[in-house]
């Protein structure tokens, strides 16, 4: 089945990625938002993000205009009903998500494939709100999606051969590495750095080395791009508890089990770069 034009449900830090990504890459995006106010947004961050690549000579001012051109931004989900493919990329909350799963369902051709852009939620329980399980799976991209090279593809019992097929191959036709997933929580990426993550924080809660050395230890150490604690800051303290808590909340299993300085920090407000201080501090 030949993929013409994808639809994106969400146009946040995940969803303007993957629109701006598949846009640069010559297919055709519809893109829906709540509001227009979040769509205008979502559509004016993906435009710096690809005039930053034009400033870096990553992109052509041409390039930029062509992918432009091939992005519709929409406030009705029903427009989704042109696309050959969808990939939601709304909040992690397996309530919405699941609510959103149905309205793709109704809205969509029976052929089109479902996808979810979800960190850890269970992709079997998203098929179970469509008459199309077998045409639902999980694409996980990972921040800033035109940048990261990897696309963590996710199986779930009832995810058919061709449809695991169609969506390798059009992450190949945006240039991603292809992984491939069992829809167990956190999949293989977050499954292994989350624990990890966690035990950084609970090292630095127990008073056992500085921020500083903790990161320096693993960076320069295991030649890591950044140390845990700067990397929790940049990917968002509430995103890894919610992400822990879910997993946590599944498996029962210590190892995804937040520690305390982790819950109350969220509850602080002090959640990262975003909100301008967390492991460390930013200037706004
Ligand atoms: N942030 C990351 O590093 C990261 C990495 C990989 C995967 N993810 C996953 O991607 C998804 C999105 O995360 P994000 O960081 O972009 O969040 P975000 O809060 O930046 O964006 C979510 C957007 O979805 C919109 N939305 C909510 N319900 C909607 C609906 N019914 N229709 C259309 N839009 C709707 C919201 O208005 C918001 O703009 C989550 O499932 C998250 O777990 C995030």
Same mark, same amino acid.
């Given at each position: ?16 990625? *993957? ?7 010559? $297919? ?60 939601? #990329? ?9 609510? *959103? $799963? ?10 089109? *494939? ?9 992709? #079997? ?16 991209? $990972? ?10 593809i996710v199986r779930s019992f009832l995810t058919s051969v061709e449809t695991?097929e169609t969506s390798r191959a059009l992450g190949e036709r945006l240039g ?22 966690l035990d950084a924080i609970r090292f630095y809660q127990n008073g056992m ?76």
């Open positions: 089945m030949e993929i013409k034009t994808v639809g994106v449900v969400g146009c946040g830090l995940m969803g303007s990625g *993957i629109v701006e990504t598949l846009a640069r890459n010559n $297919f055709d995006v519809i893109v829906r938002e709540v509001n227009d106010d979040l769509l205008h947004k979502g559509l004016a961050r993906l435009d710096d993000s690809m005039q930053r690549a034009v400033a870096r000579n990553k992109l052509s001012a041409q390039a930029k205009a062509d992918a432009l051109a091939r992005i519709r931004g929409t406030t009705a989900l029903q427009d989704l009903g042109a696309c050959d493919y969808v990939i939601e #990329a709304a909040v992690e909350n397996l309530g919405r998500k699941k609510e *959103i $799963f149905a309205q793709l369902d109704a809205a969509t051709r029976p052929e089109t *494939i479902l996808a979810s852009n979800s960190s850890s939620l269970s992709i #079997a329980a998203l098929a179970a709100m469509t008459r199309k399980p077998d045409k639902v799976l999980g694409m996980h991209f $990972f921040n800033p999606v035109p940048v990261m090279a990897l696309l963590e695991l991603k590495k292809i992984i491939v997933a069992k829809d167990y929580p956190g999949f293989i990426v977050n499954a292994l750095y989350i624990p990890y993550q080395a500085s921020r500083e050395d903790i990161d320096a230890g693993m960076q320069l150490g295991m030649n890591h791009p950044m140390g845990p604690l700067t990397l929790a800051d940049f990917v968002g303290l509430d995103t890894i508890l919610f992400v822990a808590d879910e997993m946590y909340a599944e498996t029962k299993d210590p190892k995804y089990a937040a520690p305390p300085l982790l819950r109350r920090m969220v509850v602080a407000g002090h959640l990262g770069r975003k909100s301008g201080k967390g492991f460390y501090e930013y200037a706004k």
